[in-house]
């Protein structure tokens, strides 16, 4: 299982994106492994709709409404723990979504998060100590 973070599915969506390919062959690699935490979802909304494009952010709303990408949908320990890495990693910012991404990834026992955000994801020991693709693509 691989849970997406919000840069690795801009990077996916966005074909001028310079991570595109890396991330494209991470995720053509296994598709139905990708699961999204529900909190990227607005985040990737508005940064789609605002910095690619209204197309790219219509593609991607019709994706989720067809089901194209897992949705995890958590649950309240995913936003205490979020909050809890925010707290004891507080020099980092992770924030809200970041926070989430790891909680969930913690929960399904991912074997990978899907990010470009190494500084905030490489830093936090994270349980299960899941590889951080593309970086850790073997």
Do not use: C
Request: aromatic fraction near 6%; glycine fraction near 6%.
């Amino acid at each position: 299982m691989i849970v997406a973070d919000t840069g690795a599915i801009i990077a996916l969506v966005d074909a001028d994106d310079r991570h595109h390919d890396d991330m494209r062959a991470v995720y053509d690699a296994d598709p139905a492994a990708w699961v999204l935490p529900w909190a990227v979802l607005p985040e990737v909304d508005y940064l789609l709709g605002a910095h690619v494009g209204h197309r790219a952010q219509d593609a991607f709303f019709t994706d989720l409404a067809a089901s194209a990408f897992k949705i995890d949908w958590g649950n309240e320990r995913d936003v205490a723990r979020a909050h809890d890495l925010h707290a004891r990693h507080r020099a980092l910012r992770l924030g809200l979504v970041d926070g989430v991404v790891i909680a969930t990834a913690e929960r399904l026992r991912a074997t990978a998060i899907a990010t470009l955000d190494v500084r905030h994801f490489a830093a936090v020991s994270i349980r299960g100590r899941p590889k951080l693709l593309p970086r850790d693509k073997s």
